[in-house]
Nanobody, 122 residues
Framework: QVQLVESGGGLVQAGSSLKVTCAAS????????MGWYRQAPGKQRELVAT????????NYADSVKGRFTISRDEGDNTVYLQMNNLDPEDTGVYYC???????????????WGQGTQVTVSS
């Protein structure tokens, strides 16, 4: 089973930049879509950005377009989220998400990381 490990969260001031990283284990499996979601206190988890290997597509939430950039190292199934010009509204727990194909049982699975806290102070 693939596991996701996030790193890079922290406390920053508004207007600062931060980069979070997510690394997938068991890279013998084909990992297709990888992305980031976030959940602010009292709110539902929402999509931030995704990137899909098979199609080359990237998607961003409107609220982060022009400020956040998602990128991926295909070789080791690591995905990054570069966050610039951070705003207090970006505060939340950032979760990595991925779907992968298990070659042994020939099924697609979805997996989540444990989350990393990003706090932006005003």
């Amino acid at each position: 089973q693939v596991q996701l490990v996030e790193s890079g969260g922290g406390l920053v001031q508004a207007g600062s930049s931060l980069k979070v990283t997510c690394a997938a284990s068991r890279t013998i499996f084909a990992v297709d879509r990888m992305g980031w979601y976030r959940q602010a206190p009292g709110k539902q988890r929402e999509l931030v950005a995704t990137t899909t290997s098979t199609t080359g597509e990237t998607n961003y939430a409107d609220s982060v377009k022009g400020r956040f950039t998602i990128s991926r190292d295909e070789g080791d199934n690591t995905v990054y989220l570069q966050m610039n010009n951070l705003d207090p509204e970006d505060t939340g727990v950032y979760y990595c998400n991925a779907n992968y194909y298990n070659i042994y049982d020939r099924r697609w699975y979805e997996v989540w990381g444990q989350g990393t806290q990003v706090t932006v102070s005003s």
